[in-house]
C-alpha cells in the first residue's frame, strides 16, 4: 500500500502479525504508520476504535494575529498531502487496517473538522460501517478567526459508528443519562479545548503537539461505548489522551505513533496515572442490561401459578396462565407479549408493562414479579458462583 503525501511517498511494510494468545501488544504505543503496525495486531481483538486522523487543513501560509504574532496552528508535515484522492487513499487504508481488527460488535469514533469529516463519513459507509451518531464538540473557548474572513470554528464533529449494521455494539445509555444529572446525553457536547495544566509543553514552555484533546471529550466517548477491561484502539495515538483516559476507566488501550516525542510524551503521562479501584468502576446500568427472565421462571418459582388471571391496567382485558407459559385470551394464545398487542390491535407489546396481577386489592404490572426473581435467584446464582 503507497499513499502519496505532500512530497512523501510513504510505503507500508508488513509486519509479523501479534498472537491472540500474548496479551503482551494491551497497553502499548507501537511506533511507525498506523497501516503497517495495525497488521500486528490480531484480528478482531479490538472492542473500541478512537480516530484523530490528520485533518488535511489544507493551510496557506503561516496564521498570524493582528499584533502580527505567529498564531498556533496544525502545520506538521503529517497532514499534508497532495489532494484530495491522495487523503482519500489514506483514509481507506486506515479505515480498512481497523475494521480487520475491530470486534464484530465492536465500535468507532472518528473526529475531525469541516475539512475532512465528510470525506471520512462517505469512506467509513463505503466499507460497511453503520452510523450512529454524528456528536458535535461545541468549544466553549475556540481560537478567533484572526483573519476576520470566515466564521469562528468553533466546533469539530465526531462519527460514531458500529462495524456493521448488525453488530450489538456497546451503549451505556443509562450512565450517559447519570453522568448528565438524569438527563439524556444529548448530541451536543459543550467542552472546552485542552488548556492549562492539562496541556502538554515541552522543556521550552511549547505545546508537545499542536492538536492534544481534552480528556473530558474521551471520557464521555469511552464511558457511552466501553466497559471495563475492554480494549481501546488509537491509531494515531499522539501525546495519549486516550490512553490515560482508558487507565483511569479501567480500560486496556493500544495506541499506534509515529513521532518519538509524541511517544515518549504519551509514555510519561500514562506511566503517572495510578490505576483505579474496580470496584469505583461500576456504572449505572437500565433494564436492557439485566439478565434475560423467561415467563415461564416466574412459574418454576412460584411467582405466578397456572389458572392465574392478568389484567391490563385498567382491568379491560383479562388473560388466563396456562401451564407452559403462554396466556389465553378469548381467541388469542400465546407468549405474555403476543396476546398483550393482540387484544390491542398492535404489532407489538411488552408484556411485562401491559400484564398486571392483583396483590393487596392493587394491580401491579408482572415485570415486578421480574424483579422480585432477579432478586432473589440471580444474586444467589451470582454469590454461588463467586
Same mark, same amino acid.
Given at each position: 500500500?503507497?499513499?502519496?503525501? *505532500?512530497?512523501?511517498?510513504?510505503? @507500508? ?11 503482551? %501488544? ?8 498506523? +497501516?503497517?503496525?495495525?497488521? &500486528? ?71 475531525? =473538522? ?53 453488530? *450489538? ?31 502538554? *509543553? ?5 505545546? +508537545? ?13 469511552? #464511558? ?8 481501546? #484502539? ?45 470496584? @469505583?468502576?461500576?456504572?449505572? &446500568? ?9 415467563? /415461564? =421462571? ?10 392465574? &388471571? ?17 396466556? +389465553? ?15 390491542? /390491535? ?5 408484556? %411485562? ?9 392493587? &394491580? ?23
Amino acid at each position: 500500500m503507497s499513499v502519496q503525501r *505532500k512530497g512523501v511517498p510513504f510505503v @507500508a511494510p508488513r509486519l509479523p502479525e501479534a498472537s491472540n494468545a500474548n496479551q503482551e %501488544w494491551l497497553d502499548t504505543i507501537f511506533k511507525g504508520d498506523c +497501516v503497517a503496525a495495525l497488521e &500486528r495486531l490480531p484480528r478482531q481483538s479490538v472492542d473500541l476504535v478512537f480516530a484523530d486522523p490528520p485533518y488535511n487543513l489544507q493551510l496557506g501560509g503561516d496564521l498570524h494575529r493582528p499584533d502580527q504574532s505567529r498564531g498556533d496552528a496544525c502545520d506538521d508535515h503529517w497532514d499534508q498531502f497532495e489532494s484530495f484522492e491522495a487523503y482519500d487513499a489514506f483514509t481507506r487504508a486506515w479505515l480498512m487496517a481497523v475494521r480487520r481488527v475491530l470486534k464484530p460488535d465492536g465500535g468507532i469514533w472518528v473526529i475531525g =473538522s469541516y475539512h475532512n469529516i465528510f470525506r471520512v463519513g462517505a469512506i467509513l459507509q463505503d466499507l460497511g460501517f453503520w452510523i450512529l451518531n454524528d456528536v458535535v464538540w461545541l468549544k466553549s473557548n475556540p481560537m478567533p478567526n484572526f483573519r476576520g474572513k470566515r466564521l469562528t470554528n468553533a466546533h469539530e464533529t465526531m462519527i460514531w459508528a458500529s462495524k456493521s449494521k448488525d453488530s *450489538k455494539y456497546t451503549f451505556n445509555y443509562e450512565a450517559l443519562k447519570t453522568f448528565n444529572d438524569d438527563l439524556q446525553m444529548r448530541s451536543d457536547w459543550h467542552l472546552p479545548i485542552c488548556t492549562g495544566s492539562e496541556r502538554l *509543553k515541552d522543556d521550552d514552555g511549547q505545546k +508537545v503537539h499542536p492538536t492534544q484533546k481534552p480528556e473530558s471529550l474521551l471520557y464521555r466517548v469511552l #464511558l457511552a461505548s466501553t466497559n471495563p477491561g475492554d480494549v481501546v #484502539l488509537d491509531p494515531f495515538f499522539g501525546t495519549g489522551t486516550t490512553g490515560a483516559v482508558a487507565k483511569k476507566l479501567g480500560r486496556h488501550f493500544v495506541g499506534v505513533e509515529r513521532e518519538q516525542s509524541y511517544i515518549d510524551a504519551a509514555r510519561q503521562r500514562i506511566d503517572e496515572i495510578d490505576t483505579v479501584d474496580p470496584e @469505583a468502576l461500576g456504572v449505572s &446500568r437500565g433494564k436492557r442490561a439485566a439478565p434475560r427472565v423467561p415467563f /415461564g =421462571s416466574l412459574i418454576d418459582a412460584g411467582l405466578v401459578s397456572p389458572g392465574d &388471571r392478568l389484567t391490563c391496567s385498567k382491568g379491560r382485558h383479562e388473560a388466563k396462565v396456562r401451564a407452559d407459559g403462554s396466556l +389465553v385470551c378469548g381467541e388469542h394464545s400465546g407468549s405474555i407479549h403476543k396476546v398483550g398487542a393482540a387484544v390491542q /390491535g398492535l404489532e407489538a407489546c411488552n408484556g %411485562w408493562t401491559y400484564w398486571h396481577v392483583e396483590s393487596s386489592g392493587k &394491580r401491579q404490572p408482572i415485570d415486578t414479579l421480574r424483579a422480585e426473581f432477579r432478586a432473589v435467584h440471580m444474586s444467589s446464582s451470582s454469590r454461588s458462583a463467586a
